[in-house]
């Protein structure tokens, strides 16, 4: 179990005088989602938290400790991200990319163990890609690739998760597959930290919502709180109708150009 | 996959007794095995002991060396097409090399000066692709490209200038050619000391690989490691060159042949790049000994044949 916590964090998105500090309080159990318009900081925000990027000011605390205090194979055991964008410069299988999850946990020494490629095979198969582990990652699909990422942060398997857009290229049936998935780590005492698009996977997914605006304020709470109509028609500047379905608002944007 | 590393230790076994039978004189193995019980003919002792066991294991060591260099500055650079040499690593050690013949030293001399030219290379590069904000790769690529022209044309520029007596020597050395090591001991301690050294490291190269913030990601204190690869390849490649001058072609195509049978598991591609290096590069300086025996090419010559080919091969068929 793990939290994360800023204080008066402003993040450092370029171009961009100042910013709004950020004081989040993110619990285990709890799924966060982060909205806001192309370029409002959202990936920023997310490498920020992972202590990939200098803050402009402010901190972040994980389990009560300065996180830029911790070493950084310390830290990968307890938060782990899925970027929006990897390279792969080298030819790797999917079964290879998923053991490197298992790199913060082994020694130098070390090699994977039966464990390892035991666990690394079980999230293959929580993503549907355990079919495709001698696959060459380059000759998969986007969205094929986009579950072996996140199956390669459920075997490195950290209390924190953050992912960056982890429905990108994903098919309607996989999308709620994943989002399931995160409830259910959430549900065994796992924090998630997410960005995504769909303001409905949001409203359905979510306990919590950050609310990111290009000028850089920000906004955020509850899910049912922070989901009004009002607010997210000002985040995206775009018209919306909403309706109640199955217990959960669902968010369509009307047809016309917004005012200018 | 530790067999794959057998059958390479095998491989380099026997291409080392190849390279001691054959020659000028061709020994048979009893009498090969014979000297190394301690015994047969004078002549043969000192055929196989003083000279072609020096040179054959300053061979393999200069292969290996170059082999695992080109590996670790492809993971570096997150480029397939980097090789030792691509930070002008070796035009520094060339126009050190130079001057100290230019100015008539002798062997050793010519080695530290050569050792010395490329540790300059590699701070000169390290440094101005540095600049004001972090490197990167790419920039770290181009200032290397651009730096090894302009040693090449310095070396242009004192080949010009040199009377014509001093040229064959330099010419030779520029070629790469193995008689030039006086010793192999240096090399082969370096080379194995180095092999030790990274091959902990070697699962976080493999992390390294997927770019440096997913390294970052999973625990990889990146700059740090880029660094400890960068010092470390640098010295490899310097070592190389200050013991059989600039070999071509082993630091670029020794890694990608592995890689295509291999796999890229840096765990099995380092150890392995050290045994195949050290073996094409004996293979080949046992060629520049007997093709046109009593004569000899130049090592460098042999490898670039093998290696213009076979890397245009590679190329084609990676699409």
Request: charge should be neutral.
């Given at each position: 179990m ?31 989602g ?6 409002a900081?959202?990936t ?12 402009r ?53 070390e090699?994977?163990?039966g ?7 079980q ?18 699909s ?7 990422a ?11 998760w ?5 429905t ?11 989002m ?17 698009h ?10 919590h ?22 607010a ?10 909403t ?8 968010f ?9 | ?9 095998v491989?380099?076994?026997v291409a ?31 055929l196989?002991?003083?000279?072609r ?8 060591a ?30 520094g ?32 590069v390290f ?20 730096v090894?022209a ?44 180095s ?51 600039s070999?071509?072609?082993v630091?670029?195509?020794?890694p990608h042949?592995?890689?295509?049978v ?8 380092l150890p ?8 094409l ?9 007997t ?21 245009l ?7």
């Open positions: 793990s939290t994360l916590r800023t204080h008066d964090l402003i993040i450092n998105v370029p171009g961009r005088p100042d910013g709004f500090s950020l004081n989040l309080n993110i619990e285990p159990g709890q799924i966060w982060v909205l806001g318009p192309n370029g900081g959202k920023t925000l997310m490498h920020t938290l992972a202590g990939l990027l200098p803050a000011s402010g901190q972040i605390v994980l389990n009560d400790i300065l996180l830029k205090e911790q070493k950084r194979r310390h830290i990968a055991r307890q938060l782990g991200l899925v970027f929006q964008e990897r390279q792969d410069s080298f030819p790797a299988t999917v079964m290879e990319t998923a053991l490197i999850g298992r790199h913060p946990w082994l020694s130098p020494w090699s994977e163990q464990e390892d490629q035991a666990r690394a095979a999230a293959l198969t929580a993503l549907d890609v355990n079919h495709l582990s001698d696959r060459l990652l380059n000759t998969l986007g969205g094929e690739r986009q579950r072996v996140i199956a390669t942060l459920m075997t490195q398997n950290p209390d924190i953050l992912l960056d857009e982890p990108n290229h994903l098919d309607l049936h996989h999308q709620v597959k994943v399931n998935l995160l409830a259910d780590q959430a549900g065994t005492g796992k924090t998630v930290f997410l960005c995504l769909d303001l409905n996977l949001a409203a359905r997914w979510c306990s919502v950050l609310l990111l605006y290009t000028s850089g304020d920000a906004c955020w709470g509850p899910a049912e709180t922070m989901l009004e109509p009002s997210l028609e000002q985040l995206y500047d775009q018209k919306l109708i309706v109640e379905v199955d217990g959960a608002s669902l369509v944007p009307v047809r016309s150009a917004p005012k200018p | 996959m530790i067999r794959s590393l057998l059958c390479l230790g491989l380099s076994l080392v007794v190849l390279a001691m039978a054959l020659g000028s004189v061709t020994i048979p193995l009893p009498d090969l095995w014979q000297v190394v019980l301690g015994e047969g003919s004078a002549l043969h002792r000192t196989l002991i003083d000279l066991l020096p040179r054959t294991l300053a061979a393999f200069t292969g290996g060396l170059l082999a695992v260099a080109g590996a670790l500055m492809q993971v570096l650079l997150r480029n397939p097409l980097a090789d030792p040499y691509v930070l002008g690593l070796s035009g050690a060339a126009v050190g090399a130079l001057l100290a013949m230019l100015a008539g030293m002798g062997t050793l001399l010519i080695s530290g000066s050569a050792f010395a030219g490329a540790m300059l290379a590699t701070v000169l440094g101005l692709a540095h600049g004001t904000g972090s490197w990167t790769p790419s920039r770290l690529l181009l200032t290397g490209v651009v090894a302009g040693w090449g044309a310095v070396i242009t520029l004192m080949l010009a200038l040199t009377p014509s007596y001093k040229l064959p020597g330099m010419l030779y050395w520029l070629m790469g050619d193995v008689s030039y090591a006086r010793s192999p001991w240096p090399a082969l301690i370096v080379l194995i000391i092999v030790g050294l990274i091959l902990p490291l070697a699962r976080n190269l493999n992390v390294l690989a997927r770019g440096p913030m997913q390294a970052a990601a999973l625990g990889v204190s990146v700059r740090p490691l880029e660094w400890t690869i960068y010092v470390l390849a640098s010295l490899l490649t310097a070592t190389a060159v200050t013991t059989a001058g070999i071509g072609f630091g670029l195509i020794v042949m592995l890689r295509l291999l796999g890229n598991d840096q765990r099995i591609i392995a790049s050290a045994l195949a290096g050290g073996t590069l004996v293979l080949a300086d046992t060629l520049a000994r093709v046109i025996a009593p004569e000899q090419l130049p090592v460098g010559v042999i490898t670039a044949l093998l290696g213009v080919p076979t890397f091969y590679l190329l084609h068929r990676s699409r």
